[in-house]
């Protein structure tokens, strides 16, 4: 690994994570991550914001090394999480006299992971400007991106935005700059839909926040910093505006079959409508792909057999990770089967208590679906139809 200079005396001295293919034991990542920490020097001082994931904490030091900084003064610890501040007590061992500039929420949380002291700290209030050296910090408090503590900060001179998980990817690369193309806008979508999507009215105020300000560069704590941070803001525009596009989704499990063959016809009558429609098979789904598609769609359709009265287990997760994931969806509804009775309408409709829908009619079926069982997925699709009319 290598200290990268991303402008004048400001050094990537973050590790890239190749290998990891699970984040919070939850979260599938397909193309790895990264841990951006940033090196800024003033003289033989410097300051770093945010720092990396302990598993990489030879990298990072390493990478300090490099840009022959002999002593950090400050972090400035932007989130909580470990991933970007869980090598600060390293920093303030190696570095003795350091302090942790971050907000009150924050470094409550910091002394309780880090089992660090009050006079660890500098503590900061919103829209204050701190100096060091020859450059201004400006911080930006910006709840729940995707934590309650989380803020970001502004290099007035650079017109640098460093803003933690805010704008990440997950996605190790060796190139330090976003490229502009849909293989990085998917993985920075991937992103919005896993980690900031349940915030996203708190986004959107934080967005209109950020119009105040002229912003060259953004430099996020995952995935590659922004050279022309138009596109990314452009797209975060879309993804927590309050539209919605001509799309369903249809997570689905078949036990038998007869759950399936309700999937696949009413597929067909979308398609028919010329409705955007994608099944989701819970066996095979990674919950990243269902995740992004919840961002744009307008309706999702949860179909499941019956488990012992229920939905089926992996329906349940799946419908809990809609409810939590607080997708801008308009419109929900269930269709499944039973073999001598169900609940699950029931069961689902208590998990889906934060989706702000309107509810489509459900239409279970007894075993195998008959004549008068498509005509009600007729009448489903031709309602989907109406809905999304309206939403056009
Ligand atoms: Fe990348 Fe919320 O930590």
């Given at each position: 690994m290598t200290a990268r200079e991303v402008v004048k005396d400001i050094y990537w001295v973050g590790a890239i994570d190749w290998d990891r293919r699970l984040f919070d034991e939850l979260i599938p990542l397909p193309d790895g991550t990264s841990y951006n920490s940033y090196l800024v020097k003033h003289q033989d001082e410097a300051l770093l914001v945010d720092t990396v994931d302990p598993a990489k904490k030879e990298e990072f030091f390493q990478n300090i090394k490099e840009t022959k900084s002999k002593n950090i003064k400050y972090i400035i610890a932007h989130h909580a999480e470990q991933d970007h501040a869980g090598c600060i007590k390293d920093v303030l061992q190696n570095f003795p006299g350091c302090q942790v500039i971050t907000n009150n929420k924050c470094k409550n949380l910091l002394i309780d992971e880090l089992h660090l002291e009050e006079k660890n700290f500098f503590e900061i209030q919103d829209g204050e400007i701190f100096q060091f050296g020859n450059r201004k910090y400006q911080f930006i408090f910006a709840p729940w991106v995707h934590w309650p503590e989380t803020f970001l900060t502004y290099l007035p001179e650079e017109q640098m935005l460093f803003t933690c998980d805010f704008f990440g990817s997950h996605l190790a690369t060796s190139t330090l700059w976003a490229p502009d193309d849909a293989f990085f806008l998917r993985a920075t979508k991937r992103y919005y839909a896993e980690i900031m999507m349940p915030f996203r009215q708190n986004i959107q105020n934080h967005l209109k926040k950020l119009k105040d300000i002229s912003i060259k560069i953004i430099a996020p704590s995952h995935g590659p910093i922004y050279q022309d941070p138009e596109t990314i803001l452009r797209a975060y525009h879309e993804w927590v505006s309050d539209e919605v596009k001509n799309e369903v989704i249809i997570p689905y499990i078949s036990m038998h079959g007869s759950t399936q063959k309700m999937v696949s016809y009413l597929v067909e009558q979308l398609m028919k409508r010329n409705i955007k429609v994608t099944p989701y098979h819970l066996i095979n789904t990674d919950i990243g792909e269902l995740a992004m598609a919840l961002v744009d769609a307008a309706t999702v359709i949860l179909a499941s057999p019956t488990v012992l009265t229920g939905p089926h287990p992996q329906m349940v997760y799946a419908a809990y990770l809609c409810n939590v994931l607080k997708p801008k969806v308009k419109y929900a509804g269930i269709i499944g089967s039973f073999?001598?009775?169900?609940?699950m309408e029931e069961g689902l409709l208590k998990i889906l208590t934060n989706l702000k829908v309107e509810l489509l009619p459900t239409v279970m079926i007894k075993s195998y679906p008959r004549e008068e069982d498509f005509i009600k997925l007729d009448q489903l699709a031709e309602q989907i139809l109406i809905n999304h009319q309206k939403i056009k």
């Open positions: 073999g001598w009775g169900s609940m």
